[in-house]
């Protein structure tokens, strides 16, 4: 089945960069009697199907909704597997990125991540800097109000040494001043699990994102899943404001 649904999907016409909610792993784990944990080990694997299958395609820019701010609130035990996860995963997951050319970036509050995430997460990003055929973003201890934020300061602090006036504020300064500003918007954002919201991601960049849900669980998600939001994807028109005879 996987086989005709690449068929169908226009390369030409792919969305240059995709974001993913990864939502759903405990959830998933719930449903089959597990611990939320063995969800979260569980949506490895389909981090690791999806990034292979947007590299072979020739998506450019993927970016995963990792570990928010908002997920410290979490059970102590959960948050610590979670970051045990992390460490262990970028880890044993450097010959895939390697394999596939792939080129692994971050956004977020990194600097307070727990030290031994940061150091693991800094030495993948150094492995893989010169891989050029994706790059995988992870959005690790990020929230969009929090980016917002931090952007204003750093826009603040650049009017404070007169490297720029006020009127110099644009829409590009601020967009270039994200912890996201080296990547360009994304065109598609991904949520799974039925979830119909985009929960403090990306709150800026997706201003014109097209947005696709799936009631299906991270865990769960496969290439055909992935496939047939591409798919869906390809069937909207992209208009930005304008009417359909303008696009056309």
Request: glycine share 4%.
């Amino acid at each position: 089945m996987s086989e005709n649904l690449i068929d169908q999907i226009d390369t030409d016409k792919l969305p240059l960069h995709i974001a993913i909610i990864m939502d759903g792993n405990g959830r998933w784990a719930k449903k089959k009697s597990l611990p939320r944990v063995v969800g979260h080990e569980y949506g490895v694997k389909s981090v690791r199907v999806v990034a292979e299958t947007a590299a072979k395609l020739g998506v450019k820019y993927l970016t995963l909704y990792t570990f928010s701010t908002e997920n410290w609130n979490r059970p102590a035990f959960e948050v610590k597997a979670i970051m045990t996860l992390l460490v262990r995963t970028i880890r044993s997951e450097i010959k895939t990125l390697q394999k596939n050319n792939i080129r692994l970036k971050a956004i977020g509050d990194i600097d307070n991540l727990p030290p031994d995430a940061k150091k693991e997460l800094l030495s993948a990003i150094e492995l893989t800097k010169n891989n050029d055929s994706m790059d995988l973003i992870l959005a690790l201890n990020y929230s969009a109000r929090w980016d917002i934020v931090h952007a204003t300061k750093k826009i603040a602090e650049m009017v404070k040494n007169n490297e720029i006036s006020i009127n110099d504020i644009n829409e590009s300064i601020i967009s270039k001043s994200l912890t996201s500003g080296e990547f360009p918007e994304p065109e598609l954002l991904i949520r799974t699990s039925g979830e119909l919201r985009i929960s403090n991601f990306m709150l800026w960049e997706l201003a014109y994102g097209e947005f696709y849900f799936t009631d299906i669980y991270w865990p769960e998600f496969d290439k055909n899943a992935f496939y047939k939001a591409i798919l869906d994807y390809q069937k909207r028109e992209r208009r930005f404001g304008k009417t359909s005879e303008q696009v056309h």
